[in-house]
């Protein structure tokens, strides 16, 4: 499959001046997908260099690289440790990860992750694990629904939307089924937003995305070589605070420890102060990378 059909990668010049590539490092992309991103990694190692990819989505797998500096490991990237140590990988230079949706993924519409395509509410990115979208909707308590859509949808009108779900629920198995039963909820004018911040919801509570992350995170601190870097592109703000806060502190809630200087401790450097975002001309390339933004952190030789 070519990469340009399955997903174009997002800020890749950026992603790959980020990270420093050594010619005969040791690095890892946490959000195979397509392969865009490894790809282009792969062209700045020599044969000595080695990358490894993640990904627990079966049609992401059929990517795999025919080039023997390449790993794919089909798993989450919240094993990242214990599954680079089944490889004897102590300690890598550098790590990208590309969160969210891949284009494939929005397209296919058996997956359920898109509005605009009407399929079996499903949502999940390894269709071998977890519970489907339709069954959470139909089968979580008033208060668990109004959880997922108040923090991870940030909805404002979130105890109406629960409402509509509650009395609708037996029928909401595909798509345009949830849409309908919503549809008197979505502000005139803004429907698509309002489908986006609902799905978005759902999608994160499906994979149990921020836990994921959080994971990933902790566990960046111990598999990067001091002065490795970690580069993560982001597209919506709970990520984005995530990382933002992680980088700037080693804590997720961002509260800051300063030694008798004044100096912030944690195990990262910031060296991107403010987000990297997509120019103009990429926006209009591949409009999905919008809400991109790429932030860049250097592990420490702090605890």
């Given at each position: 499959m070519k990469e340009g059909a399955y997903h174009t990668p997002v800020l890749l010049k950026d992603c790959i001046e980020a990270l420093l590539i050594k010619q005969n490092g040791t690095y890892v992309d946490v959000t195979f997908g397509g392969g865009g991103h490894s790809q282009e990694i792969l062209k700045h190692l020599s044969a000595k260099g080695r990358l490894f990819g993640f990904d627990c989505d079966a049609d992401a797998v059929k990517n795999q690289i025919d080039d023997k500096r390449f790993t794919l490991i089909p798993r989450n990237f919240r094993e990242l440790k214990s599954a680079l140590l089944e490889k004897n990988v102590k300690q890598i230079d550098g790590l990208l990860a590309d969160l969210g949706v891949s284009s494939h993924q929005f397209d296919t519409a058996e997956r359920g992750f898109s509005t605009r395509l009407d399929s079996e509410l499903d949502m999940r990115m390894n269709k071998k694990q977890g519970r489907p979208a339709s069954?959470?909707?139909?089968?979580?308590?008033?208060?668990?629904?109004?959880?997922?859509?108040?923090?991870?949808?940030?909805?404002?009108?979130?105890?109406?939307?629960?409402?509509?779900?509650?009395?609708?629920?037996?029928?909401?198995?595909?798509?345009?089924?949830?849409?309908?039963?919503i549809a008197s909820c979505a502000e005139r004018g803004k429907e698509n937003q309002f489908y986006a911040k609902v799905f978005q919801a759902l999608r994160i509570e499906v994979n149990d995305e921020l836990s994921a992350l959080?994971?990933?995170?902790?566990?960046?601190k111990e598999v990067l070589k001091p002065g490795a870097r970690i580069a993560v592109i982001s597209y919506h703000s709970l990520e984005d605070r995530l990382v933002k806060n992680f980088f700037r502190s080693g804590k997720f809630e961002g509260e800051v420890e300063t030694d008798v200087y004044g100096n912030v401790k944690g195990p990262f450097k910031v060296i991107s102060r403010k987000p990297i975002l997509p120019s103009e001309t990429e926006i209009e390339r591949n409009s999905r990378a919008r809400s991109a933004k790429l932030r860049i952190a250097e592990r420490t030789n702090e605890k």
């Open positions: 069954e959470i909707v139909r089968t979580y308590s008033e208060e668990q629904l109004k959880r997922v859509f108040w923090e991870y949808g940030e909805l404002r009108n979130t105890p109406q939307v629960v409402k509509k779900i509650m009395a609708n629920r037996n029928q909401l198995r595909t798509v345009n089924e949830l849409k309908e039963a959080k994971e990933l995170l902790e566990q960046s």
